[in-house]
């Protein structure tokens, strides 16, 4: 059975995301589920993988913070 270390939502416009890093004997994973008007789709990453992944997100956020806005004329 997993045992649940975090558990988050997180509401973006309509979506809202389920975040919950779980352990098991086999290892550590965070699971990031999206619920879009009831239709739910999971996305599983292990626990090796969360800097790789924090780095990419890191990378994103940056861009999109230095990037006008979506409909913005220069």
């Known amino acids: 059975m997993d045992k649940e270390l975090l558990n988050e939502k997180v509401q973006a416009e309509r979506k809202v995301f389920f975040i919950s890093l779980r352990e098991n004997p086999r290892g550590r994973v965070l699971r990031i589920t ?15 993988g969360l800097t790789a992944i924090r780095d990419v997100l890191d990378q994103a956020i940056a861009l999109d913070q230095n990037a006008p806005a979506a409909g913005a004329t220069e």
Do not use: F, K, L
């Not at 999206?34 to 090796?48: K, L, S, W, Y």
């Open 34 to 48: 999206e619920d879009v008007g009831g239709r739910r789709d999971t996305v599983m990453i292990p626990a090796a």
